[in-house]
């Protein structure tokens, strides 16, 4: 950054920069409910449109270029434009881009997830993953005969009526409260609050969560508390969920739960699965997965069967890609490439605070890591984060802020998730680990101008 715009204010900058994506934004407005198509990529004044990307960055329409912590939203474990992904998905673009029939593609890709992923028994892909957990939902209750789920509140499982909502005494618009009802809605990493509501609720078909904690370890969940959640789901009969859209291949080759060492019942994958490319799946213990499954008896199909459609998908572009990218990840080290970067970035972050005499602080694990942004100077620390003595609601920091945050290392040439925070590939290079810390420490600069 020029000594000239270091003067300026983070928003006189970002507006500077980025003077014809504000446009783009304004002809948005008009097209889209708040001009974007994807809530967590609206922003305030206006988010950045972009052109092109590579690897580990990307241009934006006024020719910026940035560092990619988006990453696709967590679906780009190898970057952009990975040349052995792009070259499969152009050869099987003259192949055909939709068979609406079964295909050779498919079966690799199923065969390959079911010898990553520990509960992966069975296979069945969606197009996304809140189609996976939605399917997920109806499956459990289908196979148990009970109706309702255990959710814990900020973990997040799609946008669909189910899961889109942490209250009961608040429903979002459109959801209605019957509904909501078959929903139970435990705190984060309580097991005892757990036990309780299994003992005293015999209707409740399973537990679901994200195996690191909300929104890939914003509010982290230790391995401790998965396998006491996996006794507690045996002793009650209940089944247990991993919802891994985003841990999946991503804390492990086999996910969270290989790496924990819990294995689920049932797995709701998607991202990294589909290789960048839309799509998703559910996998798990085939008795339960079988629920799904035609049989010689019209009244079972009709009645007793659940019911999946889907036109996209296993769509034949999706396959290669996810295909594609999943052997590089089993012949690999990329899981643990991009776990070291995140590791690396974490502590380069975290030393630029502590020089400057920041209370801010950078935490989070594998690759991804998150930005608890300390303008109150509120008491935090690592340890306590790790230890979850700070509550969820003291790690959930305002709209606003988030905003203000994602701006100004908008400014500095970062593009950050909307946790604030982000995901590391394995191809971010030293270069942009050290950009990002030497960007970190100038957006800190610019929050507490009082310290400096």
Sequence with gaps: MDL???????????????????????????????????????????????????????????????????????????????????????????RGTHYGASHELELEWAELVRSLIPCAEKVRFTGSGTEATMLAFRVVRAFSGKPKILRFVTHFHGWHDQAAFHSHESLPAGIPPALAENIVLCEPNDLEQVRQK??????????????????????????????????????????????????????????????????????????????????GALVGRADVMDGMSMRDDPGWNVGGRVAHQGTFNANPISARAGLTTLKLIAEGNITEQANQKG????????????????????????????????????????????????????LKQPMSLVHQTRMAFLAEGIDLISWPGGLVSAFHSEEDLEQTAEAYGRVLERFNPSRH
């Design 4 to 94: 000239a715009n270091s003067k300026l204010s983070a928003e006189d900058l970002y507006r500077q920069r980025t003077q014809t994506s504000e446009a783009l934004s304004r002809r948005a407005r008009e097209v889209f409910p708040s001009g974007v198509t994807h809530d967590s990529r609206f922003m305030q004044p206006h988010p950045i449109s972009i052109d092109r990307a590579d690897r580990s960055r990307k241009w934006d329409v006024d020719g910026n270029e940035y560092v990619d912590y988006f990453g696709g939203h967590g679906a780009l474990i190898l970057g952009h434009n990975h040349p052995e992904v792009t070259g499969e998905v152009r050869e099987q673009l003259s």
């Design 198 to 279: 299994l003992e005293s609720q015999q209707d409740i078909a399973a537990v679901i969560l994200e195996p690191t904690g909300a929104s890939f370890g914003r509010v982290p969940t230790s391995g401790a508390f998965l396998k006491g959640l996996r006794e507690l789901s045996e002793q009650y009969g209940v089944l247990l969920i991993f919802d891994e859209v985003i841990s999946g291949f991503r804390c492990s080759p086999g996910g969270a739960q290989a790496y924990y060492g819990v294995t689920p019942d049932l797995t709701s994958l998607a991202k990294i699965l589909a290789g960048g490319f839309p799509g």
């Design 343 to 394: 590791a690396d970035l974490r502590e380069a972050m975290n030393e630029v605070a502590r020089k400057q005499g920041s209370s801010w602080v950078v935490y989070g694990e594998f690759s991804g890591f998150h930005i608890f942004v300390n303008t109150q100077d509120v008491d935090i620390s690592l340890e306590a984060i790790y230890a979850g003595r700070v509550p969820h609601t003291t």
